[in-house]
């Protein structure tokens, strides 16, 4: 069975700064894909960024950007010139290749100050 | 609609109540997916549908709970007697299909109070 750890319950960071999330995972698979999850206050989940193991490159969105350390398990998440719009909980996930079932972190939950 | 649709927003109910919650999936997603997220927690599985396929119900916490999809489209998931446990918010996702490869599209999910 897969797990998902994210060992940052709360992070905060200023405006126009840099912070990141941190996510290790478990697996035995060798060929998965990884997400980060927004969550605003809105409830509603939205795709921050996917990354593919099989792909050494580190997926980049704009401002967002992972750092995928696949010997480690480790997948973490990098936002550059926060914004306040960026206050949210951040999921990360995971998910097997031909599977269906993703298995989510508990989430961080990203404060940004003014 | 553009987007999944879950009703209702905000549920309060007493403590042995059955209720339903309404996931309108997008337009031309096969694969559905009720999710259960508790205060401080992640995200709980609970049943996942593929067309017409059995469901996976696996993540399904007792057998008080229940889900149904209709015609391959909106589906509802139950709770019937509901307890205080169940207090949480149920949140739904659709996709094209249902695989690794693909983005899954979330509602903005069903609050439920059991008082």
């Known amino acids: 069975a897969q797990t998902v750890t994210q060992s940052q319950p709360e992070m905060s960071v200023q405006e126009a700064e840099t912070v990141t999330l941190s996510c290790t995972y478990d697996t035995s698979e060798n060929n998965y894909y990884l997400f980060w999850y927004k969550q605003p206050p809105s409830r509603q989940m939205i795709l921050v960024i996917r990354q593919e193991a099989y792909k050494q490159q580190n997926a980049t969105e704009n401002r967002f950007s992972v750092n995928f350390q696949k010997a480690a398990k480790s997948f973490s998440l990098k936002i550059s010139d926060s914004q306040l719009g960026d206050t949210a909980m951040y999921f990360c996930?995971?998910?097997?290749?031909?599977?269906?079932?993703?298995?989510f972190g508990k989430g961080t939950k990203l404060s940004v100050i003014p | 609609g553009a987007g999944v649709s879950q009703s209702p927003s905000n549920k309060v109910t007493e403590k042995g109540k059955d209720v339903e919650l309404r996931c309108d999936p997008i337009s031309g997603h096969t694969a559905l997916y009720w999710y259960r997220q508790s205060l401080g927690q992640g995200l709980e599985f609970l049943i996942y549908?593929?067309?017409?396929?059995?469901?996976?119900k696996s993540g399904l916490p007792s057998d008080r709970f229940s889900a149904e999809r209709t015609g391959g489209s909106v589906s509802t998931l139950t709770i019937q007697r509901t307890q205080q446990e169940d207090s949480a918010v149920y949140l739904c996702?659709?996709?094209?299909?249902?695989?690794?490869?693909?983005?899954?599209?979330f509602g903005e999910g069903s609050r439920l109070t059991v008082l």
């Open positions: 996930a995971f998910i097997g290749a031909g599977s269906y079932q993703l298995t």
């Open positions: 549908f593929q067309g017409n396929s059995a469901p996976d």
């Open positions: 996702a659709s996709t094209r299909e249902g695989g690794g490869t693909g983005e899954l599209f």
